[in-house]
């Protein structure tokens, strides 16, 4: 077995607790009960409450805070203890966690139970008088997160207790721990096309109207369309068709409807709004019905301060400079966005949502010292 450093063991232990937590979004109950027991035991004050109804909702979320003396800094730590369902073929139960060499396996162990026991361990070793430290954990972040940040921000508005900065704890290491931060992410926008034609015998065409006939043509045209170039932060804006269908069992039927999904991954040169009219527009000329959900809009934590002194404390560290990126998917930043300044920064991405999901064990005490040297100077900042 591995021998972790006396200094990491109770991040290890807190990771393997929280894996062992089974916890497929949305989660609630036992994990969250795991996590407020350490958040308690090193003085913070939880609040853990349910939002939202079905089919999105119940959510359950956790705000904890301590705080440092009137008027003090404000740094936020963010992320979710909800993970993905964990499919078949693990070498290991997934949710028993098992160290293997220099590996902890187990769903969650990268994204984000690992994190999240890392930030915890680092909020033990910040001096409480060097300011205010929060916990902003949702159960719902990889599912619709309707009711899950989103609710904690209107959570920490009512109670006044917005943070000036914050860091979330999402794998957005590529290679090697400490080699990419987020510092925004492009926006993403589904959005569903329905076309209505009229039902008929394949070899009576003039008395039938093919809906697959105009939805082949309307995204054809709509796969043409080059977006954007991109820009100095961010990559050129792309649109992918994710489903197309046409319930339709007989052979020698032209169907009565046809439908289509796309998915749009978009830059600041956009927002979700102006893309769903553009959309819905083509859509029109082609006789298709058009609906849109707006999953986040792009952003930008610009270079600065902030970013700075996250690439600082990984330099000290882990003894390189950090690459400032907006690539990848979403994340829960798209909302945090509204409170602070947010960047995003974690564990090595290599194995999240796949079978045998591992982090190594090393990173982990890395990481909590990472995020230890990011909260200090946070609250020192300014």
Not at 61 to 88: K, Q, T, W, Y
């Amino acid at each position: 077995m591995s021998q972790v450093p006396e200094a990491a063991q109770d991040v290890v232990a807190l990771a393997e607790a929280l894996i062992a937590c089974p916890s497929v979004t949305p989660a609630a109950g036992l994990v969250f009960d795991c996590l407020e027991a350490r958040l308690t035991a090193i003085g913070f004050a939880v609040h853990r409450f349910i939002a939202g109804e079905p089919p999105d909702g119940p959510v359950e979320n956790l705000f904890a805070i301590r705080r440092g003396a009137p008027g003090s800094r404000h740094f936020a730590f963010a992320g979710h203890v909800d993970v993905v369902p964990p499919g078949e073929g693990w070498t290991s139960a997934p949710f028993a966690p098992e160290r293997r060499g220099e590996l902890l396996y187990g769903r969650g162990a990268v994204d984000m139970k690992g994190a999240i026991a890392a930030m915890v361990g680092a909020a033990a070793l910040v001096p409480p008088d060097a300011g205010t430290i929060s916990f902003i954990i949702t159960g719902d972040e990889e599912g619709p997160a309707r009711f899950g940040t989103r609710a904690l921000i209107e959570h920490m508005k009512a109670r006044g207790e917005l943070p000036d900065m914050c860091l979330v704890g999402e794998p957005t290491s590529v290679s090697r721990l400490g080699d990419t931060i987020k510092i925004g992410r492009r926006g993403s926008v589904n959005i569903w096309l329905e076309v209505e034609g009229r039902e008929g015998h394949v070899a009576y065409p003039h008395l039938a109207d093919n809906p697959l006939t105009r939805l082949v043509a309307l995204l054809g045209e709509l796969c043409a369309l080059r977006l954007d170039e991109g820009s100095e932060w961010f990559q050129p804006s792309n649109l992918e068709v994710t489903e197309i269908t046409a319930p339709n069992p007989a052979t020698n039927v032209i169907p009565a409807k046809a439908a289509a999904r796309i998915s749009i991954r978009f830059n600041a040169h956009h927002t979700g709004g102006e893309l769903v009219e553009r959309i819905a527009a083509i859509a029109a000329r082609h006789g298709a019905g058009a609906r849109a959900v707006i999953s986040g809009e792009a952003f930008l934590t610009a270079p600065g301060a902030f970013s700075a002194l996250v690439q600082e404390a990984i330099a000290e560290e882990c003894g390189m400079v950090p690459e400032l990126s907006t690539s990848g998917g979403t994340s829960d930043a798209r909302f945090l966005k509204e409170l602070c300044p947010v960047i995003e920064f974690g564990l090595n991405n290599a194995t999240m949502h796949k079978r045998d999901e591992a982090v190594a064990l090393a990173d982990l005490g890395a990481l909590a010292r990472i995020y230890r040297r990011i909260a200090v100077e946070a609250l020192r900042s300014g």
